[in-house]
Nanobody, 124 residues
Framework: QVQLVESGGGLVQAGGSLRLSCAAS????????MHWFRQAPGKEREFVAA????????NYAESVKGRCTISRDNAKSTVYLQMNSLKPEDTAVYYC?????????????????WGQGTQVTVSS
């Protein structure tokens, strides 16, 4: 069993930055590819970024490419999402998810574990 706990969300002005963290329990963190998703009110959950188990491969949604960086520290069982040049349309609840494979699509069954989410609000 893996538990994921996100943190680092908050209120920020447009153009600002936030760094989200997702801490995992258990000893098997490095066995999972990690992902970030987000869900805005009234919208479907959408893929943001993914990172392979070793951290050697990453991919991003087009909407965040060049503004966000996903990274992981397997020694700390933590995955991060550095978000820069934030826009009001980035406002959403951000979730991390763990899976055996690296995916770039939201199909709930692909992911073994989900966190509870952290709210990011970007004011204009």
């Amino acid at each position: 069993q893996v538990q994921l706990v996100e943190s680092g969300g908050g209120l920020v002005q447009a153009g600002g930055s936030l760094r989200l963290s997702c801490a995992a329990s258990g000893r098997t963190f490095s066995s999972y590819a990690m992902h970030w998703f987000r869900q805005a009110p009234g919208k479907e959950r959408e893929f943001v970024a993914a990172i392979s188990r070793s951290g050697g491969s990453t991919n991003y949604a087009e909407s965040v490419k060049g503004r966000c960086t996903i990274s992981r520290d397997n020694a700390k069982s933590t995955v991060y999402l550095q978000m820069n040049s934030l826009k009001p349309e980035d406002t959403a609840v951000y979730y991390c998810a763990a899976s055996r494979g690296v995916y770039s699509i939201y199909i709930k069954g692909l992911y073994d574990y989900w966190g509870q989410g952290t709210q990011v609000t970007v004011s204009s």
